[in-house]
């Protein structure tokens, strides 16, 4: 059980009409979110919305801002930001592991009240900055110091107009002059234009920007990264020879300033090129450079997955905010009753409201578990590659599963929170359309977190390939054990619901919902490559029968193998020691609820895969999932509150912690600017007949 010292940590909240249901769950709230995060990690976002709280600038804005003052807003606070120092000094010096864990730590506090701002500091400060690291050397320190010091805004250039996903057919290009030494950079046609980049439509003063490498002799040395000046930093205007933008109104996130840019033989030092792993010589000559292996490996790792993981991160807390809303109205919101006369019931007690909320909150947990566990596990994998010794294979072998992991769990994270944001959305009903229901802000900030870093169904087929690799390799390579279910595939295999219910193997139990896993991954694996090696066998390229093979095969597989690691995850939390007995049972029907909503969701390959017949495994899996969501009836709004940030963050109008609805509700109808006042234009409207007798 957590010292009380612990639970400290915690807000207390207010009393008010959700305490009727609070006060049915059997298990204390704090207790619980201690179980969901790690102790010291919400101490410092409680400590860092405790110095936002008073800031007039991070105050949430009651109606949306025209987009120049979003962007203006969002700069001004990421100068903010920088001049409160919310990181001790003392941090980095603190070894690698502790120190990005604070640093992701503040990072999710920003993102929960300014969107916009954590994703121009993750882009300008984190991105870049890792990139710097994974491909540049020591003379590109001086602009890594000043990045991360915040002298200078920057971004990273990537994407294209033509070109995203497929980075390798970026068309910008440098061709290095030995004359002068330098490299020309040239944009051939508006489709080369660099374009969505985060940071560039205003501000950025530089951009680490990937461009195809020329030598003099017309030889074409691949995709390189360089370092390339925009405008003047103490200006902001660009520098002649650069044509850039903005590219105007997006769906959200309009904080940020996300810009194209061309180039017109613009010139750059020799030195711009990041030249970690290849370099071109003053005379012109290019030499690839491959020392420390581990090193690179781990600093690959790092530019490619954090980012990744910094998304998961935020899209767990936008999953928990969406799913608080919706708990938390459900318990206040009553409509109909058995009497049509008598009193009504809270529409939490419907069953079908139930069905459609409960997942949410019990994906919010699982979900957050899981985000944490990965995240661990990836930064002890970047610590080992830092560290002297290490065995390169092993670290590659690690590297590599880490990457499938992150590359499955991206979509699966990122999509289950969008999913949730339109659920809650329409479980609030026509209040929950409100702005200050905040709904619409989530689901708009939230939207292209399944886009970028990865387009999700991308990014997916890179978990697969994977997994389809490690099931053809005679031995499995799955150092963090992620896949070693591949090597009982056989008994896995011959496995179907009635065996298990032979051994008396019970539905609720974390042993059916792994086996059923297990089973499920291993057949969509022999059916992906029995259909690849067919398609193989009649001339068909890999190209092409991988890309037949996405729905209904490897797809699934990706979104199953995402599921299972988080469902594993969230277990071996639930089975530590510091867990109290009066937290199992509620820790076990959440992951009950999602285990089974999940499997829900794959239920037509069971049947096509003959791992069921008849209705019973389907009759069992639903039962259990209905079973669980009235279980969780009693314990749901205490569940929320152990999810929830403080209302200023959570920032919604009918999801606050007193659950003084209606007053709150009628605070924001009678207060919102002008609402009772006739409207200026009044005369301009009031119909032509009537008009006359005026
Ligand atoms: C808000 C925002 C900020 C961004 N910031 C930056 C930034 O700072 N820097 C930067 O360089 N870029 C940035 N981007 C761009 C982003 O990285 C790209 O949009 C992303 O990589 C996807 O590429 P795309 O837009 O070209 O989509 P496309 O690759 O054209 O994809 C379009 C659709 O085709 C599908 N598709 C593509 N290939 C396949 C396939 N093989 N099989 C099946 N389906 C496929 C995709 O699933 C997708 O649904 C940003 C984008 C957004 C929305």
């Known amino acids: 059980m957590p010292a009380e010292q612990e639970r400290n940590v915690i807000p207390d909240l207010p009393r008010g009409p959700l305490c009727t249901y609070r006060s049915k769950a059997k298990f204390n709230w704090k207790d619980f979110r201690l179980v969901l995060e790690d102790t010291e990690l919400i101490k410092i976002k409680y400590d860092i919305w405790r110095r936002l709280e008073s800031e007039p600038l991070f105050a949430p804005v009651t109606s949306t801002l025209p987009v120049d003052q979003q962007k203006e807003r969002a700069a001004r606070q990421v100068n903010r930001i920088a001049d409160l120092e919310l990181a001790p000094p003392e941090i980095y010096s603190k070894p690698y592991k502790y120190r990005v864990r604070y640093l992701m730590s503040i990072n999710e506090a920003l993102h929960a009240v300014c969107p916009s701002l954590s994703v121009k500091i993750a882009l300008g400060v984190g991105l870049f900055t890792n990139s710097l690291l994974a491909m540049g050397t020591e003379r590109h320190q001086d602009t890594y110091n000043k990045a991360w010091n915040r002298e200078i805004i920057t971004c990273l250039a990537i994407t294209e107009v033509s070109h995203g996903s497929n980075t390798k057919r970026c068309r910008t290009t440098a061709t290095y002059d030995p004359e002068t030494q330098e490299f020309i950079i040239h944009t051939p046609d508006f489709e080369a234009a660099k374009c969505w980049v985060g940071n560039l439509g205003k501000t950025a003063s530089v951009a680490l920007m990937f461009a195809i490498l020329y030598t003099a002799d017309g030889q074409n040395h691949g995709l390189q990264g360089f370092l ?86 935020e899209s767990s807390n936008t999953l928990s905010h969406a799913a608080v809303i919706a708990v938390r109205y459900a318990a206040l919101r009553k409509q109909f009753g058995t009497d049509r006369d008598g009193p009504e019931q809270s529409i939490i007690e419907y069953q079908l409201h139930q069905w459609r909320i409960f997942p949410y909150l019990a994906a919010a947990c699982v979900l957050k578990v899981s985000v944490f566990a990965m995240t661990e596990t990836y930064l002890e994998t970047v610590q080992k590659s830092q560290a002297e010794s290490n065995g390169f294979e092993l670290l590659t072998q690690i590297v590599s599963e880490v990457h499938a992991l992150v590359s499955s769990s991206k979509p699966l994270v990122t999509w289950t929170a969008r999913d949730a944001i339109q659920e809650s959305r329409e479980a609030c009903g026509g209040h929950g359309y409100l702005r200050s229901a905040n709904l619409g802000e989530l689901r708009n900030n939230h939207d292209p977190s399944c886009t970028y870093e990865g387009d999700n169904n991308v990014l997916g087929q890179q978990a697969s390939n994977w997994l389809v690799r490690q099931w053809k390799n005679v031995k499995v390579e799955s150092p963090v054990g992620t896949a070693s279910f591949i090597e009982r595939r056989d008994k896995i295999l011959r496995m179907n619901f009635e065996s298990l219910q032979r051994s008396g193997v019970p539905v609720e139990s974390s042993e059916f919902i792994t086996h059923c896993y297990e089973w499920l991954m291993c057949w969509l694996l022999q059916e992906s490559v029995a259909q690849m090696d067919k398609a193989s066998s009649q001339g068909i ?117 007193d659950g003084r609805l209606y007053e709150n509700i009628q605070s924001v109808f009678m207060t919102n600017p002008g609402a009772m006042e006739r409207a200026a234009w009044w005369k301009d409207i009031i119909p032509t007949k009537l008009r006359s007798k005026l």
């Open 228 to 313: 390339v000046p925009i405008r003047d930093p103490k200006t902001l205007l660009p520098y002649p020879g650069v044509t850039v933008g903005d590219i105007g109104e997006k769906i959200g996130l309009n904080g940020i300033d996300n810009g194209f840019v061309m180039f017109n033989h613009y010139r750059i030092p020799r030195e711009n090129l990041l030249n970690r792993t290849g370099d071109v010589t003053p005379e012109g000559v290019y030499e690839s450079t491959f020392s420390e292996p581990g090193k690179i490996l781990g600093a690959v790792l790092e530019s490619f997955s954090a980012g990744r993981l910094g998304i998961m991160q």
């Open 541 to 657: 390229d890999t190209f092409t029968s991988r890309n037949n093979c996405q729905v209904y095969r490897a797809r699934d597989l990706s979104r199953a193998y995402a599921e299972y690691y988080a469902l594993r995850s969230f277990w071996t939390r639930c089975a530590r020691d510091d867990v109290s007995e009066s937290l199992r049972p509620v820790l076990f029907n959440v992951y009950l609820l999602y285990g089974t909503w999940c499997l829900d969701r794959h239920m037509s390959t069971f049947y096509t895969g003959s791992f069921a017949n008849g209705s019973a495994f389907a009759d069992a899996v639903r039962g259990v999932l209905l079973k669980v969501c009235g279980l969780l009836k009693d314990s749901a709004v205490a569940i929320a509150d152990a999810l929830a940030p403080p209302d200023w963050v959570l920032n919604s109008v009918i999801a606050k912690s």
